[in-house]
């Protein structure tokens, strides 16, 4: 068993909302550059978020823009993983989402989830 810790957290609010969907990014931001293993999971609203072109456009007040801290959590090794049903309900495919954003099902989820340190639902 390794002995790094591992955060997955998974975001479940989209452009729509904001702060709800940058407070994740903030704390993933702030566990890659503690050296933490990061996965993101991408689950109904939130999966539009990995949708190319979207980040760019979320800025909440007081926090930094979306944009900018997805492409910093990618540069530090975190992974992104996306709901495969709630993209293909959505119209999208893996060409629609930020590189490095890989479309997987649940059990993917449930092996990140069990095998982390922590886990945080947004």
């Known amino acids: 068993m390794s002995d790094q810790e591992k955060l997955v957290i998974m975001v479940t609010h989209g452009p729509d909302e904001p702060e709800l969907a940058t407070i994740p990014f903030a704390m993933a931001g702030a566990a890659v550059a503690s050296d933490v293993d990061v996965v993101m999971g991408f689950q109904g609203e939130g999966c539009l978020l990995v949708k190319k072109g979207v980040a760019e456009t979320v800025v909440a007040p007081e926090f930094a823009p979306l944009g900018p801290l997805l492409a910093?959590?990618?540069?530090?090794?975190?992974?992104?993983?996306?709901?495969?049903?709630?993209v293909k309900s959505r119209g999208l495919s893996e060409d629609d989402l930020v590189e490095g954003a890989e479309i997987v099902a649940a059990a993917r989820f449930v092996a990140e989830v069990t095998s982390a340190t922590n886990s945080l639902v947004y």
Do not use: D, N
């Not at 910093?72 to 709630?86: A, F």
């Open 72 to 86: 910093t959590i990618q540069e530090l090794g975190g992974k992104l993983l996306v709901c495969s049903p709630c």
